[in-house]
Every structure is written in C-alpha cells, then in structure tokens.
T-cell receptor, first 114, second 113 residues
Framework: NAGVTQTPKFRILKIGQSMTLQCAQD?????MYWYRQDPGMGLKLIYY???????DKGEVPNGYNVSRSTTEDFPLRLELAAPSQTSVYFC?????????????FGDGTRLSIL | GNSVTQMEGPVTLSEEAFLTINCTYT??????LFWYVQYPGEGLQLLLK?????DKGSNKGFEATYRKETTSFHLEKGSVQVSDSAVYFC????????????FGQGTILTVHP
C-alpha cells in the first residue's frame, strides 16, 4: 500500500530557480490537496483539486501553480523560488466530498530557498 | 470564516500521566472534526474523527468528543507513553463540498520516561 507518495523528500533551491514537487496517490481518490507547513504553524492550503482537469486556489496560492491531468498525479510548480517559500510541503488526498472523509498525507517535501 | 484554536504548547508530561489537549472550532456549518498526529520526519496521520455532535472518536487510547454546545473537541488520553511524543493537530472540515480542512497550529507533546 503506497498511499500518497511525494518526491523529492528534500531540496535546496537558489532564489529565482523553478522546480516541480511531485505527488502521486494509488487509492483512486478524486480529491487532492497541497499544503505548506511553516514552523509553529498549522497547515495552510495552497491548491486543491476535485478531479482530473479541475483545480482551484486555497488560502495561499501566490507563487505556485498546479495541474491535474490524471486522477493519480497532482504536481505543484514553483516558477520563481523566493525565500518565503522555504517550508515543508504536504500533499494529501481523500475519497469523498462533503468533508466527512479523512485526508491521507504523504511524508512531505522539505524545501529550502537560499 | 472557519478557524480552529488549539491550546498553546509545548506540553511535557511524564509517562503514565493524563493528557488533555484543548481544541475549539468556529461553529459555521456542520463540520466533521479530526485529530491528526505527526511523528518526527513524517506526514500527518489520522488519529481519530467525529462527524456529528456528541460523537466520540477513539483510537490507540486517545478519545475526543464532539461538543456542539461548547464548540470543542478536546483530545484526552488516560496514560501517555514515550511513543506518544509527537505533534497533534486538531482540524475541522468546511462543512461543504471538497473536503477542505482547517487546521489548528499544532501542539507539541513530549513524554519523558
């Protein structure tokens, strides 16, 4: 049972570089989410998707982009990395709408922008 | 908007002590409530949940009751172990579609032998 898989686990970027954080789930979940976790803070929603081809902004979308071409994959793109984007990024997925089903999380990507 | 407030941390206890971590939520809509646990270097794992008022979620000796009258979902455990050391997050769903969660800021629990 792989669940939600995130790659890479760690990455250091220089200011202005771009990269894509990968997320894949094998549970056939329609709903997928990207969060960032800053020290001493809870998780903030960046983007979410309710199915292939459908994405929408969360609380903190600026500086990020997403796509959802398949049910399994939900990559997060940073186009021009900034120090404020240093954080731990978590991808999650869930099965059902209505907010009553739990989300399943990946192990995170720890990203530093220097 | 939706919000979740957790008690300030960190919390430090001795093994076998009683644990309470307070959580309150805004009462908009009909949310489900969740407790997630995060062990060092890992992602969040669902610990327990409750989907309506007066429901009690329980798992691994942890319990929390959905209290609509006090808008609370406090986490309790009668006897903590060193292995319970982790960060605990309270969360509420949006009460609408898309399953979006609002998280509290997290409470760091350290249990000493």
């Amino acid at each position: 049972n792989a669940g939600v898989t995130q790659t890479p686990k760690f990455r250091i970027l220089k200011i202005g570089q771009s990269m894509t954080l990968q997320c894949a789930q094998d549970m056939n979940h329609n709903y997928m989410y990207w969060y960032r976790q800053d020290p001493g803070m809870g998780l903030k929603l960046i983007y979410y998707s309710v199915g292939a081809g459908i994405t929408d902004k969360g609380e903190v979308p600026n500086g990020y982009n997403v796509s959802r071409s398949t049910t399994e994959d939900f990559p997060l793109r940073l186009e021009l990395a900034a120090p404020s984007q240093t954080s731990v990024y978590f991808c999650a997925s869930s099965y059902q709408e209505g907010g009553h089903q739990p989300q399943h999380f990946g192990d995170g990507t720890r990203l530093s922008i220097l | 908007g939706n919000s979740v407030t957790q008690m300030e941390g960190p919390v430090t206890l001795s093994e076998e002590a009683f644990l309470t971590i307070n959580c309150t939520y805004t009462a908009t809509g009909y949310p489900s409530l969740f407790w997630y646990v995060q062990y060092p270097g890992e992602g969040l794992q669902l610990l327990l949940k409750a989907t309506k008022a007066d429901d009690k979620g329980s798992n691994k000796g942890f319990e929390a009751t959905y209290r609509k009258e006090t808008t609370s979902f406090h986490l309790e455990k009668g006897s903590v172990q060193v292995s319970d050391s982790a960060v605990y997050f309270c969360a509420r769903s949006g009460g609408t579609s898309y399953g979006k969660l609002t998280f509290g800021q997290g409470t760091i629990l350290t249990v000493h032998p």
